[in-house]
């Protein structure tokens, strides 16, 4: 699986947009950007993933560079309860090597 | 739908015992994962599952750890004899890659393990 690169820190304030970075250069062209969050304690929950197409669901949008060697994952409008380590992963789905290597991921703090 | 089931939550054990982690994946699920999370080490794969056979289990630290998955809903991670180092919180996850369009994993809890 490629290597990601991601700031370790991040502040935001609540109610505005939090556009957090991933640097993937060594990306093969099939392997998809995936994004998951760790909340304080809990386990890392999934949040988006995409392979070339900006993608958006109910919880983010993913932009991914026509290049694709970099990708933002955006919380539109940030919580309180959006504070977590935010892990950018790439690697090839749905095979049986469908391993998740986690970085060390960014640090947001949502602050009111 | 519940979740991934962990037990126990938390554990306290002296050096030198028998620890037993236990998981439930999702019902349906045909892939299990179990992750070890430290301050120094982050997030770490230690062996994973599909259809109940062993994959990959080059993340298992050493002979002390062995991990096993009787059957499609119980797997376990048992660590004998156990030592302060292995101390750290363990995550079960579970997943369908053939059948999922994220190929998402679901992660448990997790079971915090402190070796004295």
């Known amino acids: 699986d490629a290597k990601t690169t991601q700031p370790t820190s991040m502040d935001c304030a609540e109610g505005r947009a939090a556009n957090l970075p991933c640097n993937h250069s060594?990306?093969?062209?099939?392997?998809?950007v995936y994004w998951y969050r760790q909340i304080h304690s809990q386990g890392p929950q999934y949040i988006i993933h995409g392979l070339k197409n900006n993608e958006t669901n109910e919880m983010a949008s993913l932009i991914i560079t026509e290049d694709r060697k970099s990708s933002t994952l955006i919380l539109p409008h940030a919580t309180l309860r959006d504070t977590a380590v935010y892990y950018c992963?790439?690697?090839?789905?749905?095979?049986?090597?469908?391993?998740?290597?986690f970085g060390e991921g960014t640090q947001l703090t949502v602050n009111p | 739908d519940a979740g991934v089931i962990q037990s126990p939550r938390h554990e306290v054990t002296e050096m030198g015992q028998e620890v037993t982690l236990r998981c439930k994946p999702i019902?349906?699920?045909?892939?299990l994962f179990w992750y070890r999370q430290t301050m120094m080490r982050g997030l770490e794969l230690l062996i994973y599952f599909n259809n109940n056979v062993p994959i990959d289990d080059s993340g298992m630290p050493e002979d002390r750890f062995s991990a096993k998955m009787p059957n499609a809903s119980f797997s376990t991670l048992k660590i004998q004899p156990s030592e302060p180092r292995d101390s750290a919180v363990y995550f079960c996850?579970?997943?369908?890659?053939?059948?999922?369009?994220?190929?998402?994993?679901?992660f448990g809890p997790g079971t915090r393990l402190t070796v004295l």
């Open positions: 060594t990306i093969s062209g099939n392997e998809y």
């Open positions: 996850a579970s997943g369908d890659p053939a059948r999922s369009a994220t190929d998402t994993q679901y």
């Open positions: 019902s349906g699920h045909n892939s």
């Open positions: 992963i790439v690697r090839v789905a749905g095979t049986s090597g469908s391993r998740l290597t």
